[in-house]
């Protein structure tokens, strides 16, 4: 365990370049993950607003 968590040096000089399509699927896992949470945050804060304008 302890070996996978440990982190890889990188050689000096190598470059990582990105394949093709690499930077679309970055993409589309991003928002997969953060999609949903910036949707949730904005229906809580909706459901705050109009709580609030039905109180007062």
């Not at 370049?17 to 997969?32: S, T, V």
């Not at 910036?38 to 039905?54: C, E, K």
């Amino acid at each position: 365990m302890h070996e996978m968590l440990e982190k890889k040096e990188k050689k000096p000089g190598k470059v990582d370049e990105l394949e093709k399509d690499d930077f679309k699927a970055l993409n589309k896992a991003a928002f997969q993950v953060f999609g949903p949470i910036i949707i949730g945050a904005i229906a809580v804060l909706a459901l705050v607003i109009l709580l609030f304008t039905w109180i007062f």
